[in-house]
């Protein structure tokens, strides 16, 4: 492993969280004052995208909730290098080793209580685009990783996904990448000085045929904007910190008065409160992204401002059409961060293979007071739909300047958890900030001691429900034995994965391991809750597979001698949603 820096001459010990007071963020002068904090602010919660890049200063590794976050890198993720044919994603202790431990009757390590099952995708940009640094995040926990197609060009992005690959390669497992589209998202123009200040109560003009603004008007790069709006409708401009009132439309212009002032610069977001804005989902250059997506084998492409399901199946018929030259087919996430895709939710839900809880143009839209029972809705309605859902937004954003976060900041992550989110969403934390190791590391101690939370177990009203397929019966059938009989694990042998994805929508604490011989199927479950994808050879027969899968169980030390684990598998093997039969064995057994 590279080498960690030492940021301790880099910074001012002691200094206060940008944005806040120091009394705001965890302690760091004593790591275990944070964990205890953090640990208390977990338990209390469990009661019934600019870039501009940062100077890289990673600290020292913190203690969030008894738990060092520098371990992470030791619990499920750390595996040998790959050398030649694929190798088994095993703990660093040799797997021979692990094997002589077990037959010998020494007790293996115990890891079930660090488990994560909440994955953390994060965005790369210029903080994280060296190789040495996308490695250690790797390492801290990293699972799925973001490119903002706002930001960067075709080549840019391909080399960055050559990057990801060989990290991979060196950490000795499949990591995801998803490409996130810009959408459709309506700006002003340039202003001759590049900003302007607006002041209460004074005029200001949008105006479709401005070319550079002042302090009186500028530009839209929308030109249809004022065909959508009217007197008395309301404008949030830069996230909404700017806020202008409507009060008459003249052909190109739309006349405003300003109620809410600050500084205003070039390319700031627009968004009209309510939403209704009629600007298409995909752009020129969203359609030329997906095309970029699909050369460079993403795994996921993520969908901004769909309206509707009709958006998504234009985006998935884009993605086939482009074609893909690496085998992979993408999964579709749509972005939900209009107004209107609030109530049609269950359509987009049904178009799409999961939904991001978007909070940041969402908020703008429809307020902020309303975006936490919104992210509860969303996340119910995609795990009863069987679909994935990421949280994001801001989630540890003072981490772009401090070493720790918010204790809001640790509350907002650990309730995404809390809801049942299969992951969380890093963004400029990781792409721009000082601390994108750390960050990760940060988060996912939040997401294991959230976890840990009896109100985490969700779902558990499964048996009520009506199923009509063969291999989700025997998914749900085998986490109900699993959590009643008190195993270890569930292994799936699964060919496509959607074995695993019904399993990991219910929350029953049992850790899930997926084998598959598919790449594309290994990097797709890398997002799925609770779910630990792993390689198996397609030469092996059923029984072979089984056996190494167990192996890898008591490997990674969720399972010792004579534990009962329950397994899944289709017979014949090979076939996609194939999975008909479940066998509960003890480890030690042989088939």
Known sequence: MAARQNPAKAEKKGAPAAGGAQDD?????????AAAEAAAIIAEAAKPDGEAALPNTETPPV????????????????????????????SNTSLQAQRARSVTGNPTETRNSMHRATKIVATIGPASTSPDILLQMLQAGLDVVRFNFSHGTADDHRQRAEMVREAARQVGRE??????????????GKFENNKTVLVAGNPFILDAGCQLGNSERVGLDYKDLPRDLRAGDVLLLNDGLIVLDVTRVIGEEIHTTVKVGGELSNNKGINRQGGGLTAPALTEKDMEDIKTAMSLGADFVAVSFPKNATDMEMARQLANIAGAPYGIKPKMIAKIERA????????????SDGIMVARGDLAVEVGNAAVPALQKRMIRMARESNKLVITATQMMESMIHAPVPTRAEVSDVANAVLDGTDAVMLSAETAAGKYPVTTIETMA?????AEKSEE???????LDRTFTRIDQSIAMGALF????????????LTESGSTA??????????????LTPRVSSERTMSLYRNVTPLHVDTNMDRDAALNSALEVVVSKGYAARGDMVVLTVGEPMGQAGGTNTLKIVRVGDHF
């Open 25 to 33: 963020v965890l302690d760091n002068g004593n790591p275990l004052d």
């Open 63 to 90: 203690i969030i909730g008894g738990v060092p976050a520098h371990a992470l890198k030791d619990i499920d993720k750390a595996t040998p290098a790959r050398t030649g044919a694929r190798a088994q994603p095993v």
């Open 175 to 188: 990591v995801a990448i998803m490409a996130d589209l810009q959408g459709p998202k309506i700006r002003v």
């Open 340 to 351: 209107e895709a609030i109530p049609a939710l269950q359509g987009i839900l049904d178009a």
């Open 445 to 449: 101690a939040v997401c294991i001691e």
């Open 456 to 462: 985490s177990q969700l779902d558990r009203d499964f």
């Open 481 to 492: 034995t699993a959590y009643h009989l008190g195993a270890k694990a569930v292994v799936a």
């Open 501 to 514: 994805l019904w399993m990991s929508r219910h929350w029953t604490h049992v850790p899930i391991f997926a």
